[in-house]
């Protein structure tokens, strides 16, 4: 028997992550042809975490750490925190083993996805500056950083990306296997059909997730974890990014501590500038997850770029002469006073 404190609590924390996908895609998205090893991909993530002066993780004592750990999503301490849970026995530990390793696996998809994102604007402002440069078009020497900081930001989103694609299908496959156990033993617990729901969510599997979904729809409408799950659907299975947002507003409404939600309208928002004053906001929210130091050089970068742009095009047209005011028409002559009337 599971106590009802730690089914509210592991509610929420189960159904922050879910993947934003093109609709019927693999959440974890299959790796590249050029992909890393798992060991490859692993150490490159690291190695960023060191050359970002990411502090040592505080270690995971506790169930009630676990669990603020998922809640904030530090995914630095993900592996500290399964070691208390992975391999014990009942419905809690296993959902919640379960539900580390759906959010690593989601986590690791996000942060793919954003750096793909970053990547290819990075790559479309060197392949703009560069053909410029070699058509014979000297470059400023605000151009040339910029061409040199965009060749810089677009070599490490495509590593980047490679690397946690590895790692999310990794996390997606270890989580599958113990989905499946919590499903074979307690088929019927709500906290059961959460981490189904979930895994299939994350994996493209839309008759099952329907059939999960369907179990809780009577806590659904108030239910932060279950509208987050929608508010994904949306995104990966209709790709309807507007709804998505709404809803992810909405569970942000009902829970503002929601790290997860918070982290998704940095993916689904489009245009540097919404993308940025999201990523902001997540910043403030939880400095240490994983888009900040990891995305978020890029992201800052992308928004640092596009708004010197913008600067250099507004002192431009401030600078241009105004053209001439058009002449004022001239004033018709006066209409001459009717006679006065002859008494």
């Not at 975490?49 to 993780?57: C, D, I, V």
């Not at 083993?97 to 479309?124: N, P, Y």
């Not at 040199?148 to 495509?158: S, T, Y």
């Not at 890029?298 to 708004?307: M, Q």
């Amino acid at each position: 028997m599971h106590h009802s404190g730690l089914f509210s609590v592991l509610g929420l924390s189960l159904l922050l992550a879910l993947p934003a996908c093109a609709p019927g895609a693999n959440s974890a998205g299959a790796a590249s042809p050029s992909a890393m090893s798992s060991s490859d991909a692993q150490a490159f993530v690291t190695d960023v975490q060191r050359q970002r002066g990411l502090p040592t993780p505080a270690p995971v004592s506790s169930i009630a750490d676990v669990l603020e750990v998922l809640a904030v999503d530090q995914t630095a301490r993900f592996r500290d925190a399964e070691s208390l849970v992975a391999g014990k026995p009942g419905v809690d530990a296993l959902t919640l083993h379960a539900s580390l390793e759906l959010a690593w696996s989601d986590d690791f998809t996000t942060l793919s996805l954003i750096l793909d994102e970053l990547g290819k604007r990075a790559d479309v402002e060197v392949k703009r500056l560069t053909a410029r440069r070699e058509a014979g078009g000297a470059l400023s020497a605000k151009e040339a950083k910029d061409l040199e900081q965009n060749q810089r930001n677009a070599e490490f989103d495509v590593k980047a990306k490679a690397a946690l694609e590895v790692l999310a299908q990794d996390h997606l496959h270890a989580a599958g296997l113990v989905v499946a156990e919590a499903n074979r033993q307690f088929p019927k617990d709500p906290l059961t059909k959460r981490v189904v729901a979930y895994h299939a969510l994350l994996s493209g599997e839309w008759l099952e997730f329907d059939a999960a979904i369907g179990s809780l729809n009577d806590i659904e409408a108030k239910d932060a974890g279950l509208i987050y799950l929608r508010a994904l659907e949306s995104l990966s299975r209709f790709g309807v990014r507007k709804d998505a947002a709404a809803l992810l507003e909405r569970v942000l409404q009902i829970n503002p501590q929601m790290v997860r939600a918070q982290a998704k309208l940095a993916l689904v928002e489009d245009g540097i500038d919404a993308k940025y004053a999201e990523f902001e906001k997540l910043k403030a929210l939880a400095p240490q997850h994983a888009i900040v130091w990891l995305a978020g050089p890029s992201i800052t970068s992308d928004y640092e770029l596009s708004a010197s742009f913008r600067k250099a095009r507004a002192e431009r047209q401030s600078g241009m002469p105004e053209a001439p005011a058009a002449s004022a028409p001239a004033a018709p002559p006066p209409v001459a006073a009717p006679p006065s009337a002859t008494p």
